[in-house]
């Protein structure tokens, strides 16, 4: 078997997560967050919709994790972010960690807005 290291272009991986926080690059941040090529910090969660539309021009595909469970966000917000020019996929946030993660791996333009579990 052969083992490859990982490396990562202009954005760290998510190393873990828990009931009310994430841990990114080493760093627990408690919360909802948003992480990408502009760096890591707190989200104001959908209501927060301008920083992720912020993100325009950067990125080609927002993560979105709505939490534990899957939910729609909202149809004006999702549409905000496509008319913005990028793809949008909501997930839960395990899954949303985990995508985004192998995104970065593959060098893909991606952020990740998650709220917490």
Known sequence: MRLNEVTYTDAEPVDGYGAGFFRVGGTRIDGALITGP?????????????????????????LIGTGAEIAHIPADLRR?????????????????????????????????AVLPI
């Open 38 to 62: 502009a760096g890591t910090g707190p989200w104001g969660g959908l209501d927060d919709g301008q920083v992720l539309l912020d993100l325009a021009g950067s990125i080609d595909v927002l």
């Open 80 to 112: 905000a972010i496509e008319d913005a020019g990028m793809g949008v996929e909501t997930m839960n946030s395990p899954a949303a960690c985990r995508t985004y993660n192998v995104l970065l791996t593959e060098g893909r333009r991606v952020a990740l």
